[in-house]
Nanobody
């Protein structure tokens, strides 16, 4: 199995930046596609970004494209989400997710989920 633990969330002013990390463990990590999702209070969980197991393919939601960057370091068993030009609308709990299928992660139905980390953007 794959175990996921997010970190790096916090409070930031609008226009600022945060870098989220997702530490993964388990023998299947190197073969797993990864993704980030977020959920604001009273809202459904939404897709943010996805990356293939090799890191060669990425996909972003329109709302974060050009501002957020997903990357991974398989040697460190870690996936990152660099968030720049943050807006109050980005406030949410951010979740790391993983699955053996890239298309499954991109479509929003990955098998494994982390516990989430809170990101709050003040105006």
């Amino acid at each position: 199995q794959v175990q996921l633990v997010e970190s790096g969330g916090g409070l930031v002013q609008a226009g600022g930046s945060l870098r989220l990390s997702c530490a993964a463990s388990g023998r299947t990590f190197s073969s797993s596609a990864m993704g980030w999702f977020r959920q604001a209070p009273g809202k459904e969980r939404e897709f943010v970004a996805a990356i293939s197991w090799s890191g060669g393919t990425t996909y972003y939601s329109d709302s974060v494209k050009g501002r957020f960057t997903i990357s991974r370091d398989n040697a460190k068993n870690t996936v990152y989400l660099q968030m720049n030009s943050l807006e109050p609308e980005d406030t949410a709990v951010y979740y790391c997710a993983a699955d053996l299928s890239y298309t499954t992660v991109r479509s929003g139905t990955p098998r494994y989920w982390g516990q989430g980390t809170q990101v709050t953007v003040s105006s």
